[in-house]
């Protein structure tokens, strides 16, 4: 069942035969449900699909950071959300194949902000009992007001987003988080954010600390 919300002319929300309208971005979106194909996949088709269900794993615990980095990937009333340009950037760049040729994520291939600033020339990124600190040249910002935006990710497990904790001229910033207490591998990722004209410079990736 659909329902009308602006009448017999307006845009609908929900299911009508072979067709599903829903909201993204502000804008109606009407797609054709997929067809039901019943002969055995292929070995590309079996690749593929897990291609995407790697992908769709390994963001799933980031959907927020995801959202705030490719916010200007794909801004509000795109027809392609922050989520689904993740993917594609992910299935694109992201993809390696182990011994097994089974797919998986390589977190170091990862870019989980995006955009046009010059991005972090990382010196050093240490973590130390219930610390990381994180060191960076400062002088590639070229005095730009933009400050640092780390994520730390326990991958499938969860993460933790610091936006602002210090300038970019300064050159280093030590953060205190539980996150960094336990004995799990976080994936450290690191980028600036220019927050008087809301963009963003590419991720870093900071490594597994």
């Known amino acids: 069942m659909a329902i009308l919300k602006g009448g017999i002319n307006g845009p ?92 998986y994520v390589n977190p170091e291939k990862v870019l989980v902000f995006r955009g046009n600033l010059v991005p972090p020339l990382l010196i050093n990124v240490e973590r130390q009992d219930n610390k990381l600190h994180v060191e960076w040249n400062k002088e590639v910002c070229n005095g730009q007001p933009t400050v640092l935006v780390v994520l730390a990710y326990v991958i499938d497990t969860f993460c933790a987003l610091n936006e602002g904790g210090a300038h970019s001229t300064e050159g280093k910033m030590t953060w205190e988080h539980s996150l960094f207490s336990g004995d799990e591998h976080v994936h450290i990722y690191i980028g600036f954010y220019d927050m008087l004209h809301d963009e963003l410079s590419d991720s870093v990736y900071g490594g597994c600390v």
């Open 12 to 103: 609908f929300s929900g299911k009508v035969g072979n067709v599903v309208g829903y909201e993204l971005n502000g804008q109606t979106v009407i797609r054709s449900l997929p067809a039901i194909v019943k002969r055995t996949p292929s070995k590309l088709t079996l690749i593929n699909r897990m291609r995407m269900k790697v992908v769709s794993q390994f963001l799933r615990h980031i959907k927020t950071p995801i959202a705030f980095g490719y916010k200007n990937i794909a801004p509000k009333g795109s027809r392609i959300g922050t989520f689904q340009s993740a993917q594609s950037y992910l299935l694109n760049n992201a993809i390696d194949f182990d011994a097994e040729h089974v797919p």
